[in-house]
T-cell receptor, first 116, second 114 residues
Framework: KQEVTQIPAALSVPEGENLVLNCSFT??????LQWFRQDPGKGLTSLLL?????REQTSGRLNASLDKSSGRSTLYIAASQPGDSATYLC???????????????FGKGITLSVRP | EAQVTQNPRYLITVTGKKLTVTCSQN?????MSWYRQDPGLGLRQIYY???????DKGDVPEGYKVSRKEKRNFPLILESPSPNQTSLYFC?????????????FGNGTRLTVT
């Protein structure tokens, strides 16, 4: 059974700092990994999706990497801002054939606070 | 605007009173799914649907039903709600169910069962 772990559960950094959020998973036979952002009381917003054949994806100040063999992914946030304060979740999708069952397994998230 | 719409946003009900939470997407997505989010337990999948008339159980399906009669709608039905179903519920959709596209979430439904 796939398990996804995100440590620490919470992180507080000063504005402007570059930071790395970690995600680990137990079964390396994944189809993709996604990073999401969740603001309080809101739904999740997809930030980056890395397919199993890819090593990294970039969007603006965000860069996500994937190392399937070691079961790890990192989300790098450059020059953090108070507006980046939110909970960041990673999720992995188990490898399967098209048309077969599909399921995402989520980590519990890292709550980030960026201090002005 | 492309979106996943859930209704209602907040719902308080009593044990045993059947309820339905609606979910609709306007992106012509094939894949739709329901999750519940609980403190300390994270997001857990309830049911998902790969396409019209194709549904399957997730990790915590007990006490829930779903249907997918139309591509855009995927309602979550609680036939006899119990207090342990008090939670924050999210509907989500994506273009296809095998990971080619990101998952889009609704804004959530906070359900309280007394």
């Amino acid at each position: 059974k796939q398990e996804v772990t995100q440590i620490p559960a919470a992180l507080s950094v000063p504005e402007g700092e570059n930071l790395v959020l970690n995600c680990s998973f137990t079964d390396s036979a994944i189809y993709n990994l996604q990073w999401f952002r969740q603001d309080p009381g809101k739904g999740l917003t997809s930030l980056l999706l890395i397919q199993s054949s890819q090593r990294e994806q970039t969007s603006g100040r965000l860069n996500a990497s994937l190392d399937k063999s070691s079961g790890r992914s990192t989300l790098y946030i450059a020059a953090s801002q108070p507006g980046d304060s939110a909970t960041y979740l990673c999720a992995v999708e188990g490898k399967h054939k098209p048309g077969a069952n599909s399921k995402l397994t989520f980590g519990k998230g890292i709550t980030l606070s960026v201090r002005p | 605007e492309a979106q996943v719409t859930q209704n209602p946003r907040y719902l308080i009900t009593v044990t045993g009173k059947k309820l339905t939470v609606t979910c609709s997407q306007n992106m012509n997505h094939e894949y739709m799914s329901w999750y519940r989010q609980d403190p300390g337990l994270g997001l857990r999948q309830i049911y998902y649907s790969m396409n019209v008339e194709v549904t399957d159980k997730g990790d915590v399906p007990e006490g829930y039903k779903v249907s997918r009669k139309e591509k855009r709608n995927f309602p979550l039905i609680l036939e006899s709600p119990s207090p342990n179903q008090t939670s924050l519920y999210f509907c989500a959709s994506s273009l296809a169910g095998w990971g080619d596209s990101p998952l889009h979430f609704g804004n959530g439904t906070r359900l309280t069962v007394t």
